[in-house]
T-cell receptor, first 112, second 117 residues
Framework: QKEVEQNSGPLSVPEGAIASLNCTYS??????FFWYRQYSGKSPELIMS????GDKEDGRFTAQLNKASQYVSLLIRDSQPSDSATYLC????????????FGQGTTLQVKP | GAVVSQHPSWVICKSGTSVKIECRSL??????MFWYRQFPKQSLMLMAT?????????EQGVEKDKFLINHASLTLSTLTVTSAHPEDSSFYIC?????????????FGSGTRLTVV
């Protein structure tokens, strides 16, 4: 079992729709979770961080965390073509090393 | 916001030569920096954790004598790929954690695309 799992996609949604990206993790002791966006040929940029169960909203983005189910998700409302990218879920290891473990990423395509 | 500067952004080198990549935190102090490698259409794979003033911790399967990491100050870490071979061609990315915002998201450098010919 991979430490952090994501569906590689591609996930295709029409412009203006809601895109839903999912991630599961195996380290039950993890407390910090992150979503990064990576455009082709570029390095990742942080979109959201979440530490507590429930929802966290920031503009068009909502992160959801369920530690009991070991599940993190990212919702993108009113999707735009510029949102087309690979979205990486990252989980901070509970080993106190500060390591981030990345999923394989989900490619999102927003079609005009 | 936090900025991590990584240089060079791309480099082409001959097989057998060494290449040094620099990663600097510009507006914060980073006690810990991380080095990742990313092959095309794959995710980021952690290579090593670099701690200021101490030896780096390498992930399983990463050759510490081939990928030399130095973290001599709170703002600078370097990765040297020694005796590079074509299979070392990849996208290398550093990330840093602000020591004053321990648990927050890490900032990534812009990456270095290494091509070994």
């Amino acid at each position: 079992q991979k430490e952090v799992e994501q569906n590689s996609g591609p996930l295709s949604v029409p412009e203006g729709a809601i895109a839903s990206l999912n991630c599961t993790y195996s380290d039950r002791g993890s407390q910090s979770f992150f979503w990064y966006r990576q455009y082709s040929g570029k390095s990742p940029e942080l979109i959201m961080s979440i530490y507590s169960n429930g929802d966290k909203e920031d503009g068009r983005f909502t992160a959801q965390l369920n530690k009991a189910s070991q599940y993190v998700s990212l919702l993108i409302r009113d999707s735009q073509p510029s949102d087309s990218a690979t979205y990486l879920c990252a989980v901070m290891s509970s080993s106190n090393t500060g390591k981030l473990i990345f999923g394989q990423g989900t490619t999102l395509q927003v079609k005009p | 916001g936090a900025v991590v500067s990584q240089h060079p952004s791309w480099v082409i080198c001959k097989s057998g030569t060494s290449v040094k990549i620099e990663c600097r935190s510009l507006d914060f102090q980073a006690t810990t920096m991380f080095w990742y490698r990313q092959f095309p259409k794959q995710s980021l794979m952690l290579m090593a954790t670099s701690n200021e003033g101490s030896k780096a911790t390498y992930e399983q399967g990463v050759e510490k004598d081939k990928f030399l990491i130095n973290h001599a100050s709170l703002t600078l870490s370097t990765l040297t790929v020694t005796s590079a071979h074509p299979e070392d061609s990849s996208f290398y990315i550093c990330s840093a954690r602000d020591k004053d915002t321990y648990n927050y998201g890490y900032t990534f450098g812009s990456g270095t695309r290494l091509t070994v010919v």
